[in-house]
């Protein structure tokens, strides 16, 4: 059972684009959503998270917005550049300690 | 700052061998953890460790033992390794309670032969 969804599985766009990646999720109760990004060879970092009590987070090129309602978020990453070129997972967690859910991760390659 | 290190980074076995992982962390983190990542699969949590001596399952822990020594190091077992397994385990840490931000380390690559 795959409680978050990422779509699409890879992504490709030229330089200068916005790249949109699509996450989506079945439990009501996750209310916290980190975005990670891993680049080959390397583990994941995190890139930047949204609660639930927001509707959007902009850190830079990177955007999070998160609609509730529909239980989907989507992140945008404007003027993408070839060094963004990297796998971004979409996690989710219900706050209090609990573990992370990873979806399956979207491969972008930025071209230039 | 702070680092994670993973030894070996990379680890050739054979069927049925029990092989360990290590982790370490300066982060002076409570807690610890082991994903399995697959092509296509994502991460999935095998075990988690929020203080020393502690030890919790995660969704994937069949077929894997861990031990948390002490604070700053965190090992994966793998009981029994099957053939033509192949995934990368993943270690990270995290502040009590900030679970959702976890620094990673690069990984170990396994290979069973």
């Known amino acids: 059972q795959q409680q978050v969804r990422q779509s699409p599985q890879s992504l490709t766009v030229w330089e200068g684009e916005t790249a949109i990646l699509n996450c989506s999720y079945e439990d009501s109760t996750f209310n916290y959503f980190p975005w990670y990004q891993q680049f080959p060879g390397e583990g994941p970092a995190l890139l930047i998270s949204?609660?639930?009590?927001?509707d959007k987070k902009e850190d830079g090129r990177f955007t999070i917005f998160f609609n509730k309602r529909e239980k989907k978020l989507s992140l945008h990453i404007t003027d993408s550049q070839p060094g963004d070129s990297a796998t971004y997972f979409c996690?989710?967690?219900?706050?209090?300690?609990?573990?992370?859910?990873f979806g399956a991760g979207t491969r972008l390659a930025v071209c230039p | 700052g702070g680092i994670i290190t993973q030894t070996p980074k990379f680890l050739i076995g054979q069927e049925g061998q029990k092989l360990t992982l290590k982790c370490q962390q300066n982060f002076n983190h409570d807690t610890m953890y082991w994903y399995r990542q697959d092509s296509g699969k994502g991460l999935r949590l095998i075990y988690y460790s929020i203080t020393e001596n502690d030890l919790q399952k995660g969704d994937l822990s069949e077929g894997y033992d861990a031990s948390r020594e002490k604070k700053s190091s965190f090992s994966l077992t793998v009981t029994s390794a099957q053939k033509n397994e192949m995934a990368v385990f993943l270690c990270?840490?995290?502040?009590?309670?900030?679970?959702?931000?976890?620094?990673f380390g690069p990984g170990t690559r396994l290979t069973v032969l």
């Open positions: 996690a989710a967690s219900t706050g209090s300690f609990n573990k992370l859910t």
């Open positions: 949204i609660s639930s009590v927001s």
């Open positions: 990270a840490s995290s502040k009590r309670d900030r679970e959702d931000e976890q620094y």
